[in-house]
């Protein structure tokens, strides 16, 4: 299995993490296929992990070479200036923008501070096509913010609804979550100027909204 690289150096690779995949390995999971170990073995470098991106959830992500590397990328990331977009397919007629401030529980019951902001890109087939923002990056913060605003994201079997997902499934071929990280924006971190990456959306995504009935074929090929 090869990864997408969409930008390496002597410090860090940043790759297109296919949806279904693991980021590591889990003592929750009975998975043997992780991107890092897979990664490493393309790369013939050991990795260091920065940040994460749920199993169903595709998109970009950043892995370091060394230790130091990885401290320093983690510093980046939590820095005012750096960003995490993605798109996301959402069930309703969305605002055309909006934000969601409400603090999110961890898993020991503590109130966490975050901020989800979005745009709505198009409303096809009753559902809203976002382009999505965070700071932060809470367990499942996009997700549960959307949940919260009744906006559920598309194919998302913790906190959507059945029904629709079904339905999206058996009528447009629906593959899976609807939650694409496109772009990692991060202020300068050692020898680089900052990093501006986007992934493109994967093809099953891609030809998914393609056979939406009233779906505009010139925005999906920008995306």
């Known amino acids: 299995m090869n990864f997408e690289v969409l ?7 940043v790759v297109n993490k296919p949806g279904g995949l693991l980021v590591h390995r889990s ?7 992780f991107l890092l170990q897979e990664l490493r073995n393309q790369l013939g470098k050991h990795l260091y992990p ?19 590397a990885a401290r320093d990328l983690q510093s ?8 995490k977009e993605y798109i996301a397919f959402v069930r309703g007629e969305a605002p055309e923008e909006g934000e969601m401030t409400r ?8 109130p966490q501070p975050c901020s989800t902001s979005f745009k709505r890109i198009a409303y096809w087939s009753r559902s809203s096509l976002l382009k999505v923002k965070i700071t932060t990056g809470r367990r499942h913060q996009i997700r549960r913010h959307m949940a919260h605003l009744a906006l559920h994201v598309l194919g998302d079997t913790t906190y959507g609804k059945g029904r629709i997902n079904r339905a999206m499934r058996e009528n447009y071929g629906l593959p899976r979550l609807f939650l694409h990280a496109q772009r990692l924006k991060l202020v300068p971190f050692r020898n ?5 990456i986007r992934a493109p959306l994967f093809n099953d995504l891609r030809e998914f909204l393609l056979r939406l009935p009233d779906c505009d074929p010139a925005l999906i090929e920008s995306l």
Do not use: C, M
């Open 7 to 13: 930008y390496q150096d002597e410090d860090v690779v």
């Open 27 to 33: 003592s929750q999971s009975s998975d043997r296929i």
């Open 50 to 68: 920065v940040h994460r991106l749920d199993r169903p959830t595709s998109g970009v992500i950043a892995f370091a070479f060394s230790s130091e």
């Open 76 to 83: 980046s990331l939590s820095a005012e200036d750096s960003s």
């Open 103 to 110: 603090p999110l529980r961890n898993d020991k019951g503590e």
């Open 192 to 196: 680089n100027k900052g990093l501006d």
